[in-house]
Structures are given as structure tokens and as C-alpha cells.
């Protein structure tokens, strides 16, 4: 079944304590992407990635780190979270030039 | 750079009404045109979108949606609301310079009167 996936699903944590959230997809796409979802301003983009090791910042990109090892894995790091970045978070992948793109389930981080 | 705006935050409808969730977006180039659904607690689901051709899209679940180049709209409608209708409803746009992210509208809130 042609799925991204993404774990943790939820996290609870505190401020500074350095956490990863997993993203992996298995559709062979070159594109992938990570959002957050905050009510009332909808999803933002935080970094994108359009190959392996070319990746870019997105709208919300401060307090966030990513890599692009493999093309089937996208990580988003928090070094140093913090309360602001309670929220939810969507990682997404498409063929490049496509458009669509295929959403995971979220993971919702509270950061205390 | 792109923009989406979405008219209404909440929309309430009663079942078997006609569904119209309202979209303006912006853009210096042709745009790509999108609306996801979102239903409690999911991910988000593509409805339908617009790339070139026919400005007159049908997605999934009854929904359709139409380009108008000289409104910058693209409103979402569904002739009968359904109780499986009530979700969360983002129009979002494809960004431009290359970079294939969607610049996303407030969302809109659709909830469906018995």
C-alpha cells in the first residue's frame, strides 16, 4: 500500500530535550516536505526537500532541522524544542512537478 | 509570493443542502490548485485539483470545484450535504520557484445540521 508514514504518532516533552520525528515514504517520490498544523492559520510549510541531500527552508523554518539521506526518509529534528512548538505536524511527498501531494497521519508534539 | 483565502472559518449547512466552501488564492504564475479534507483526528485526504484543461473539476465523494482565472476562485460545492461531510476543508495553491510545497488557506470548518 503506497503510504507515508510517520512516528511518533504523539510525544509529549520538555523544553530543550532534543527529539526526532521519523517520516518515511514508500512511493520512490523525489519530493517530501514537512508541515505544522496551528488552529487558525492552517498548515505551514517548515522544510522541503526536493532530492536526496538538497534540502530548503519552508515558511516556519526557525527551531527545526532536517536531513535527506535516503530518499525514502525525511527526519524532522528539534535540537532544542520549546513550548512554541506545540502543534501538529504533517510530513508529505510527491512526485517532483506532480503537485498532489501525499500526506502521513501526523504526529502531535506538546512541548511543556 | 502565493496566497489562499478562505471565506468563513465555520460554515454550517443542514443535511441535503447544497455545500459551498469559498477560495481566493493569489499567484504571479498559472496556478495548481488543490482541496484536501481533513476529518477528525486523520491526515489529509486530496478531494480533487485543478492543473490545466477543463476549469470544471469532480473529485471524490460527490464534491467538484471550479477554476475561474478571472476571479482567482476556486469554490469548492456539493449539491447534497452529507452527515460524513463534516470536516476540516483547506483550498491551497502550488507554490512557485521550483519548490513543489502547497501554501495553504486557514481551512474551513464544515459542520452539517441533522
Known amino acids: 500500500e503506497a503510504q507515508v508514514t510517520q512516528n511518533p504518532r504523539y510525544l509529549i516533552t520538555v523544553t530543550g530535550k532534543k527529539l526526532t520525528v521519523t517520516c518515511s515514504q514508500n512511493?520512490?517520490?523525489?519530493?517530501m516536505s514537512w508541515y505544522r498544523q496551528d488552529p487558525g492559520l492552517g498548515l505551514r510549510q517548515i522544510y522541503y526537500?526536493?532530492?536526496?541531500?538538497?534540502?530548503d527552508k519552508g515558511d516556519v523554518p526557525e527551531g527545526y532541522k532536517v536531513s535527506r539521506k535516503e530518499k525514502r526518509n525525511f527526519p524532522l529534528i528539534l535540537e532544542s524544542p520549546s513550548p512554541n512548538q506545540t502543534s501538529l505536524y504533517f510530513c508529505?511527498?510527491?512526485?517532483?512537478?506532480?503537485?498532489?501531494?501525499?500526506f502521513g497521519p501526523g504526529t502531535r508534539l506538546t512541548v511543556l | 509570493a502565493q496566497s489562499v483565502t478562505q471565506l468563513g472559518s465555520h460554515v454550517s449547512v443542514s443535511e441535503g443542502a447544497l455545500v459551498l466552501l469559498r477560495c481566493n488564492y493569489s499567484?504571479?504564475?498559472?496556478?495548481?490548485l488543490f482541496w484536501y479534507v481533513q476529518y477528525p483526528n486523520q491526515g489529509l485526504q486530496l478531494l480533487l485539483k485543478?492543473?490545466?484543461?477543463?476549469?470544471l473539476v469532480k473529485g471524490i465523494n460527490g464534491f467538484e470545484a471550479e477554476f475561474k482565472k478571472s476571479e482567482t476562485s476556486f469554490h469548492l460545492t456539493k449539491p447534497s450535504a452529507h452527515m460524513s461531510d463534516a470536516a476540516e476543508y483547506f483550498c491551497?495553491?502550488?507554490?512557485?520557484?521550483?519548490?513543489?510545497?502547497?501554501?495553504f488557506g486557514k481551512g474551513t470548518h464544515l459542520i452539517i445540521q441533522p
Open positions: 485543478y492543473t490545466t484543461g477543463a476549469t
Open positions: 508529505a511527498s510527491s512526485e517532483a512537478g506532480a503537485g498532489e501531494q501525499f
Open positions: 491551497a495553491v502550488r507554490s512557485g520557484g521550483g519548490a513543489d510545497g502547497l501554501t
Open positions: 526537500s526536493m532530492n536526496v541531500e538538497v534540502t
Open positions: 499567484s504571479s504564475v498559472p496556478p495548481y
Open positions: 512511493m520512490n517520490h523525489e519530493y
